[in-house]
Every structure is written in structure tokens, then in C-alpha cells.
């Protein structure tokens, strides 16, 4: 079946110490988004992909990066993980622009300690 | 400023009721509107979406739009507990290439 897979579902980091959590899609969608939700909250769009177009949100923190080295794949990168970071980090695709439909991954649970 | 506003509960409902949950924005010129429904710890997960001003009804979902009042509403009819879950509004602006505008939900609870 044709999906949005995160890996991993859960990933544990110590304060301070980069991590990255990965994205792929078997869609064959145009764009992806990373979104950071925290409990009780709206997902909160950090950056998108249109093609190979990288598009980041005004408040996105520096911290917070991406690449997307072919369009499968996605990747968020957190440089330097605050405790103020745990939260649930949600991939989402897609088919043709960023005004269209979202179809959401299972999300990853990163756990600042 | 494009925003999209929604009650944030929690909404409780008697199992077999109607849940109604209401959305408004804030762009008359808006074009397309999705539901998402997200349960807790999950992700959010497409229940519906609507163009057209109008009704637009799948299983025992109902979307609503009335674009000239910018409000979207999702009525549930015969609710389930497991309906209970969160539930978000998003629209597009049609502004540029911009992503879709989530509001920040309502909690719905069923209670049998």
C-alpha cells in the first residue's frame, strides 16, 4: 500500500546531542512537510517541500533543519535538541502543491533528555 | 493574517447524538476546506473535504460550507465513543503556493 513512513516511531536523545528523524513516502507526492505538534496542540508547520523548492516557516528555529535528498525522502534535523523539543514531529505529503490534500505519517515521539 | 478559529472543547455528545463542530476563517476568498479527525497519540488522519458552498455527506459525516458567512462545520450523526477524538479544520487560502491552515481543534467526547 501506498504510504507515509516515519522512522522511528520513537527516538530518545539527550540534551544537546543532534538528532534526525527520517520521512518516505511511496506516493509519489510533490511536496512534504515536517510539522512539530506538542500535547493538547495544533500541528505546527516548521518548513514544506515543493519539489525542490525548500520553504521554511518564519518562526522556525534555527535548530530545526531539513533535506530532502530525492523526493522519497525527507529528513529533519534538530542540531541541538532543547528540552523544549519533545514533542511529536509529523511528516505529511501532497500529490501536485501545498494546496492540496495532507496525508500524515504516523508521526516520530522524540524524547529530550 | 490567515487564520482559521475553532471551539477547543472538550465537546461532549451522548452516544446516537448529532456532534456538530464548527470552524471559521478568516478569507472570504478561501477554496477548499478539510476535516481531519486525530485521536489521541495518533496522527491526524483525512476524514472529508468540501468545495462547494452547500452539504456534502459521507457515511455519518456531514460537511457544511457557507462561504458568503466563512464558517465549515462537520456534523456527525449517530455519535460512536469511538468517534471521541480531536478534531481539526483546515482550509486553503489560495494565496500563492501557501500550505493549508490548521486551527488548533476541537476535542470531541462521546460519552455512552
Known amino acids: 500500500d501506498a504510504m507515509v513512513i516515519q522512522n522511528p516511531r520513537y527516538q530518545v536523545t539527550q540534551f544537546g546531542k543532534p538528532v534526525t528523524l527520517s520521512c518516505s513516502q511511496t506516493?509519489?507526492?510533490?511536496?512534504m512537510y515536517w510539522y512539530q505538534q506538542k500535547s493538547s496542540q495544533a500541528p505546527k508547520l516548521l518548513f514544506h517541500?515543493?519539489?525542490?523548492?525548500?520553504?521554511n516557516e518564519a518562526d522556525t528555529p534555527d535548530n530545526f533543519q531539513s533535506r530532502r535528498p530525492n523526493t522519497s525522502f525527507c529528513f529533519l534535523d534538530i542540531r541541538s535538541p532543547g528540552l523544549g523539543d519533545a514533542a511529536m514531529y509529523l511528516c505529511?505529503?501532497?500529490?501536485?502543491?501545498?494546496?492540496?490534500?495532507?496525508?500524515f505519517g504516523p508521526g516520530t515521539r522524540l524524547l529530550v533528555l | 493574517q490567515k487564520e482559521v478559529e475553532q471551539n477547543s472543547g472538550p465537546l461532549s455528545v451522548p452516544e446516537g447524538a448529532i456532534a456538530s463542530l464548527n470552524c471559521t476563517y478568516s478569507?472570504?476568498?478561501?477554496?477548499?476546506f478539510f476535516w481531519y479527525r486525530q485521536y489521541s497519540g495518533k496522527s491526524p488522519e483525512l476524514i472529508m473535504f468540501?468545495?462547494?458552498?452547500g452539504d456534502k455527506e459521507d457515511g455519518r459525516f456531514t460537511a457544511q460550507l457557507n462561504k458568503a458567512s466563512q464558517y465549515v462545520s462537520l456534523l456527525i450523526r449517530d455519535s460512536q465513543p469511538s468517534d471521541s477524538a480531536t478534531y481539526l479544520c483546515?482550509?486553503?487560502?489560495?494565496?500563492?503556493?501557501?500550505?493549508?491552515?490548521f486551527g488548533k481543534g476541537t476535542r470531541l467526547s462521546v460519552i455512552a
Open positions: 506516493l509519489n507526492h510533490n511536496v
Open positions: 478569507d472570504r476568498g478561501s477554496q477548499s
Open positions: 505529511a505529503t501532497s500529490r501536485d502543491s501545498p494546496q492540496e490534500t495532507q496525508y
Open positions: 468540501i468545495y462547494s458552498n
Open positions: 517541500y515543493y519539489d525542490k523548492d525548500f520553504n
Open positions: 483546515a482550509v486553503n487560502f489560495n494565496s500563492g503556493n501557501t500550505p493549508l491552515v
